[in-house]
Structure formats: C-alpha cells, structure tokens
C-alpha cells in the first residue's frame, strides 16, 4: 500500500507558475509509474501527466511545454512544475501510483483566474 498527500494547490493569475508536490508514504523507488491527473467542474478527470522510475515521461498535449514532472526519491516526492499557467488549467489536481494496484490522493485546487 501507498498512501499520497498532494500539497501547493493555490489562486494564481494567468501566465503565473505553481508548483504540487505529492508525498509517498513509502519509497518511490519501487513505484514504477506516477503521475498527476486532474478534473475540472463538470467534466472528467484526465491525465495531466506521467512518470516512470525509469525517467520516461508523459504529457497530455495542452500542458506540453509548460509543465513537468519530476521525482525527489530522497524525499519520496513527485513534484508537478507547472508555467505558463491559463484559466483553463483550473481543477483539482490529483497525485496517482501505480504500485501492485492504483492509488490516489485526496486532491488540491488549483484556480487559475484574475
């Protein structure tokens, strides 16, 4: 079992930047798969973006180029690294692992808006 807490979610003007962290209860280096998704009101949740512990990274095609996702193994921690930011990027982002099962967090909001 993996339990993940998502922090940094805030309010921040168009153009801004923020940066999620999402805390493991255990070592990541056994993860293979992590990754953000997110859902907007009134529409489903989707891939934001993914990472493996072998480095391979993944994108959805409207962060492309504004965001990344990267990993601190020595603080168990996957962090979303997100510029550029625009209206439409505001949701609940949440942290998810793929480890002898799929885990989530319990979410943070992001509100993108001036």
């Known amino acids: 079992q993996v339990q993940l807490v998502e922090s940094g979610g805030d309010l921040v003007q168009p153009g801004g930047s923020l940066r999620l962290s999402c805390a493991a209860s255990?070592?990541?280096?056994?993860?293979?798969?992590m990754g953000w998704y997110r859902q907007a009101p009134g529409k489903q949740r989707e891939l934001v973006a993914t990472?493996?512990?072998?480095?391979?990274?993944n994108y959805a095609d409207s962060v492309k180029g504004r965001f990344t996702i990267y990993r601190d193994v020595a603080k168990n921690t996957v962090y979303l690294q997100m510029n550029s930011l625009k209206p439409e990027d505001t949701a609940v982002y949440y942290c998810?692992?793929?480890?002898?099962?799929?885990?989530w967090g319990q979410g943070t909001q992001v509100t993108v808006s001036s």
């Open positions: 998810y692992a793929r480890f002898w099962g799929d885990y």
């Open positions: 255990r070592s990541i280096v056994s993860i293979n798969t």
């Open positions: 990472g493996t512990s072998g480095g391979s990274t």
